[in-house]
């Protein structure tokens, strides 16, 4: 296991979690399903049975490091890598790659959110450990494929074709971003479409060749941070180099252009928790498929499929409510019917511009 690195990015806001997540304490630092685990505590136990825990690295903004080291105890805040200002995902990565290349060019990385839910630890243990070896092993970038369950437009999709590396490795043919409902149904139907996980298994050799190809402005800022890193230098450097990076995603600025990348079809029990809807879809329901979370002082009458989630130990009375997603936190309350969700981030910006940044 010395050679498995892992780079959790846990810079994301999770505006469409809102009032919950907020832009102080987002939704990777949130127990959203009562399982008394954060997220991002969550992932972090899921990777200590993969990669060593002083291989474990968090990539995410420098607001959010006291947040890191309170809810996972003993990390060291050298291994938390933040972002000055919010870039995507691509300069990050780059970042995390270039750092970790200085201590071990003869690492293999996984790179995977912070905050994603994975309900069979095992397979998903699994599908990692055999895609860092096939990274070691050949000239590949590896991304991980979902099986999709539904024709869904809130994710986005990877084709397949039939060259294969290692037997379970297929090489990637298109990548598409969240379709519109026809065509995810053409998607599923046809069998070679798989949802795009965001999780991501390379050698650091392999990776930085990439960017070098695809992306050699970004490559080049965080090149020249070669003698810097993993010394007392190394924060300084960063606050400049995130200001000369452009704003782009590792999927459209490398993984979309790459010719030498496969996917793993995989089935782990993966859900992006990306909508209150995911998070409905896995919580328990009552008999009338309300799902309450937490539900010691909550009453229903006459109400259906709502989704509840209010501060413990507050009294609440719903009655003759049916769809609706009811969430209260810090001084706010949303009441929103559950096929309009889509519709918080605009709610979000509104609230923000009639009140300011403190109910944000």
Request: with cysteine; aromatic share 10%; net charge negative.
């Amino acid at each position: 296991m010395k050679n498995n690195y892992a780079l959790i990015m846990a810079g994301g806001i999770g505006s469409r979690f809102w009032p919950i997540s907020r832009t102080a304490h987002p939704k990777q630092f949130i127990d959203i399903l009562g399982t008394g685990k954060t997220l991002i505590q969550q992932t972090f136990d899921r990777f200590l049975k993969i990669v060593p825990q002083e291989n474990i690295f968090i990539l995410t903004n420098e607001i959010y490091a006291d947040l890191v080291l309170e809810q996972i105890p003993g990390m060291d805040r050298s291994r938390i890598l933040c972002e000055p200002v919010m870039r995507n995902t691509a300069p990050c990565i780059a970042y995390g790659c270039h750092k970790i290349q200085k201590l071990n060019p003869d690492a293999a990385i996984v790179v995977a959110p912070s905050d994603h839910l994975i309900l069979n630890n095992e397979e998903f243990i699994r599908s990692i450990n055999k895609s860092l070896e096939t990274a070691t092993q050949n000239d590949c970038l590896i991304t991980l494929g979902i099986k999709p369950s539904r024709p869904d437009t809130g994710y986005g999709y990877i084709q397949y074709n039939t060259k294969k590396i290692d037997d379970d490795f297929y090489k990637v043919k298109t990548f598409t971003e969240k379709p519109n409902l026809e065509l995810a149904r053409t998607f599923v139907q046809s069998g070679d479409f798989l949802w795009n996980a965001g999780i991501f298994v390379w050698s650091v050799k392999n990776i930085l060749q990439s960017f070098q190809k695809h992306l050699p402005e970004i490559n080049d800022i965080f090149n020249e941070g070669a003698t810097v890193y993993n010394t007392d230098k190394e924060k300084d450097f960063i606050q400049t180099a995130f200001t000369q990076c452009t704003n782009i995603s590792i999927d459209y600025g490398v993984m979309e252009k790459a010719e030498n990348v496969y996917v793993l079809p995989s089935e782990f029990g993966w859900s992006d928790l990306g909508t209150w809807a995911s998070v409905y879809d896995l919580a328990d329901k009552d008999y009338v498929g309300n799902a309450v979370i937490p539900s010691e002082k909550v009453i229903m009458y006459d109400s259906s499929n709502c989704m509840v989630n209010v501060p413990e130990g507050k009294v609440v009375v719903l009655q003759g409510l049916h769809d609706f997603i009811v969430v209260e936190d810090n001084n706010t309350l949303l009441i929103c019917p559950r096929d309009r969700e889509q519709e918080i981030k605009q709610v979000v910006a509104d609230v923000k511009q009639r009140f300011g940044t403190e109910f944000i």
